[in-house]
């Protein structure tokens, strides 16, 4: 996963005409660590997409605009525009993982 820390990096990854899929979370965050046990497998299921994680804390007025609450979150955007956002309560099986992906792409 590419990593995001600006606004600007942030706004030229979710322009993509293709879905992206950003992956919010923070050092501190303990389910965040347990996803990264578990995505690596989904990244190489859903490897035709780019990915990239975002740390909330650096860049809050986004997490903010994008009402990521609770991290871990997964959100997809195509064209500049929020396509799916998998909120960190339904984030923490792979199983919930994969079946948003698939029911979003």
Known sequence: MKELNT?????????????????FEADWCPDCKRMDMFIGDILEEYNTYEWFVVDRDQ???????YE???IPS???FQKGKKIGHLHSANAKT???VES??????
């Open 100 to 105: 948003f992906l698939q029911e979003t792409l």
């Open 94 to 96: 792979p199983e919930e």
């Open 7 to 23: 606004t600007e990096q942030f706004q030229a990854a979710i322009e993509s005409e293709e879905p992206v899929i950003l992956k």
């Open 59 to 65: 860049v809050p007025d986004i997490a903010e605009k």
């Open 74 to 76: 997964i959100l997809i």
């Open 68 to 70: 990521v609450m609770g």
